[in-house]
């Protein structure tokens, strides 16, 4: 398994490093559309979600591992599907929160030669071979987001939706971010930008830095819910034609 995971990251380093061949590169696109389309069939009546990033590498008792599987019970109580990355750390935090608190908890994970495993606290999960497929996978589903403490995916995922919502490719939906000391220089930096004229004072509307679980979930359902008069309950119909199942 681990001999195939590499296989999978040298072929995305490859076709990273400039031109191949046209066979090489339409092998990778038909590679691509496979992955795009065995998420959305794996995900698609899993909604509405919201969606919890963090780093892979807390362990249980760790305060962000307990603070992640906190608001993902209340956020699931709200009538969400908590959807992560589903693999360990934050990741399997909020999926279990989501479970303790009778939710649906679903991932979309990563094939990775080291570090990235499923969880066991997912009901339904897709692992998928490329990150800027997962990532679109993530965004796609979910009506708010949540960033724990983590490492340059965590950022990466993070600045992408805000990016997304700045250029309203996708509606502005809540983004919480958790632990302002840990995000102090984040929140330091944003306010340079803001200065030096990179982003507009609008653009800082698209987040919310906090410390208190209960008041970012009130900010979410105060911000989805309400705001979209959404119904977390509502659900599409499978097409049984299409072998399709929740």
Known sequence: MIDQKKAVLKEEIKFLEGPQ???????????????????????HFVGPCVTVFGSARFKEGHE??????EISA?????????MTGGGPGIMEAANRGAREAGGRSVGCNIELPHEQFANPYMDKWVTIKYFFVRKTLLTKYSYAFVVMPGGFGTLDEYFEAITLMQTKVISDFPVVIMDKEFYKNIIEHIEVMKA?????????????FTDD????????QN????????????????FTWLFERR
Not at 74 to 82: D, P
Not at 196 to 208: C, H, N, V
Not at 226 to 232: A, D, G, Q, T, V
């Open 21 to 43: 061949s046209r066979w090489k590169e339409f092998k990778f696109t038909v590679s691509v559309l496979f992955e795009f389309i065995k998420g959305l069939r794996a995900l």
């Open 64 to 69: 962000d591992y307990e603070r992640a599987r």
């Open 74 to 82: 209340k956020i699931a109580r709200l009538g969400f599907t908590i």
């Open 196 to 208: 030096e004229g990179t982003i507009s004072p609008e653009d800082t509307k698209l987040f919310f």
């Open 213 to 220: 679980v209960d008041e970012a979930v009130a900010f979410i």
């Open 223 to 238: 911000n989805t819910i309400k705001r979209y008069n959404l119904r977390p309950k509502a659900k599409i119909r499978p």
